[in-house]
């Protein structure tokens, strides 16, 4: 199945998103650097287990993208929760991997304050309907609506988009 997929093309089409989408919740750039690698060494290691029929490239990298993160924080900080609640089903929001490098995007979302920044996260990168996102966060389902809409905005201002 992996015949019509080569590293090489997967790094060239994933790496910068890779290290935007880590540099989002790692700030130590050693560190981040570090994953990376350690996410194209498994992506290597399970090439010939990826099949499109189950999902796709984009989904099945970062997927294991988010696995290769969440055993970071297991790893460095085994006390912190944030990382228990991350849903399994991961789809990230191809407009936004399109319209810009996930590096500058990783940028604009640490410019936000922590909630907005939160709900954005759990929304695009965890995939968390807002319903649920207003229930975690001990908030309204309409404050988190408008939250999540100004944060869109204040991330749109950032991105000139």
Same mark, same amino acid.
């Given at each position: 199945?992996?015949?019509?997929?080569?590293?090489?093309?997967?790094?060239?089409?994933?790496?910068?998103?890779?290290?935007?989408?880590?540099?989002?919740?790692? $700030?130590? !750039?050693?560190?981040? =650097?570090? %994953?990376?690698?350690?996410?194209?060494?498994? /992506?290597?290691?399970?090439? #010939?287990?990826?099949?499109?029929?189950?999902?796709?490239?984009n989904t099945w990298v970062f997927t294991i993208t988010r696995?290769?993160?969440?055993?970071?924080? $297991?790893? !460095?900080?085994?006390? =912190?929760? %944030?990382?228990?609640?991350?849903?399994?089903? /991961?789809?990230?929001?191809? #407009?936004?991997l399109n319209q810009e490098n996930m590096t500058e995007l990783?940028?604009?979302?640490?410019?936000?304050?922590?909630?907005?920044?939160?709900?954005?996260?759990?929304?695009?990168?965890?995939g968390k309907p807002l319903t649920e996102i207003a229930e975690?966060?001990?908030?309204?389902?309409?404050?988190?609506?408008?939250?999540?809409?100004?944060?869109?905005?204040?991330?749109?201002?950032?991105?000139?988009?």
């Amino acid at each position: 199945m992996a015949a019509s997929v080569n590293i090489e093309q997967i790094y060239t089409e994933y790496g910068g998103k890779i290290m935007g989408y880590i540099r989002a919740r790692i $700030r130590n !750039t050693a560190d981040a =650097e570090d %994953l990376r690698s350690e996410v194209f060494e498994k /992506i290597l290691r399970k090439l #010939d287990e990826f099949n499109p029929e189950k999902a796709s490239l984009n989904t099945w990298v970062f997927t294991i993208t988010r696995n290769t993160v969440i055993d970071h924080f $297991r790893r !460095t900080k085994p006390t =912190e929760e %944030l990382d228990e609640n991350l849903s399994d089903n /991961i789809e990230l929001d191809a #407009d936004l991997l399109n319209q810009e490098n996930m590096t500058e995007l990783a940028a604009a979302l640490r410019k936000l304050p922590q909630q907005l920044m939160d709900i954005i996260v759990l929304r695009y990168y965890d995939g968390k309907p807002l319903t649920e996102i207003a229930e975690m966060m001990n908030l309204s389902y309409g404050a988190v609506k408008l939250r999540h809409q100004n944060a869109i905005l204040m991330l749109r201002k950032s991105l000139d988009v």
